[in-house]
């Protein structure tokens, strides 16, 4: 397999790649993560997936010898149509827990893989349906303290302290946690072919 490269700063997304006994190199990238309004929900975090991608791409076909393959993600909080993005501040990390407490989210976690050799490029993504319990402003304030939600879509983190607010998980738990090991694994397959 051609070297595997995350186009990610996150270090959940490293960490699972870890687990999941890849060998890659990172680099990291400065994309703008507005959503394109024109396109839907799902199409909205594909493009940010590309977009990661192809930034990364671009980098290292200048500066790179010998093949590899870019892979980048995107994970949104998707709650009544939208996503919710990472809070701005402390009130905003609560309205977004208060929104989720006691009601159904989901979370969508788009991929994106480029092969140098053949320049095909693949995006799909992985969705994960979450139930949270009804939470109290003491419980949410709590959280809030720890400082954990705060760059993290939907203001929590499911591998953290905001897994003791779910209910229940339908799908894939490292999806929720930024990237679905299981699809990745296909799309790599699928590319090299």
């Not at 990364?56 to 892979?71: D, H, Q």
């Not at 738990?173 to 799309?187: E, Q, S, T």
Request: aromatic share 8%; hydrophobic share 40%.
């Amino acid at each position: 397999m051609t070297p595997l490269v995350l186009a990610s700063e996150s270090p959940r997304r490293r960490a699972l790649l870890k687990e999941a006994g890849f060998n890659f190199d990172v680099v990291p990238v400065k994309v703008s993560e507005i959503p394109n309004k024109n396109l839907n929900v799902n199409d909205q975090i594909l493009d940010i997936a590309r977009r990661k991608a192809r930034e990364a791409f671009r980098l290292l076909k200048s500066s790179r010898t010998g093949p590899f393959t870019v892979l980048a993600a995107d994970t949104e909080v998707i709650f009544g149509g939208g996503p919710l993005g990472k809070p701005q501040d402390r009130d905003d990390a609560y309205r977004i827990l208060r929104l989720l407490s006691g009601h159904f989210h989901e979370v969508i976690t788009a991929v994106c893989i480029i092969d140098s050799e053949t320049q095909k490029e693949l995006s799909q993504f992985e969705t994960t349906h979450i139930y949270f319990k009804n939470l109290t402003d003491e419980e949410i304030w709590t959280y809030i303290d720890t400082g954990e939600p705060m760059d993290k879509a939907g203001a929590y983190g499911i591998q953290g302290g905001g897994g003791k607010f779910v209910e229940r998980i339908e799908g894939p738990f490292d999806n929720v946690v930024g990237l679905p090991i299981d699809l990745v694994r296909k799309m790599l397959s699928e590319i090299s072919k």
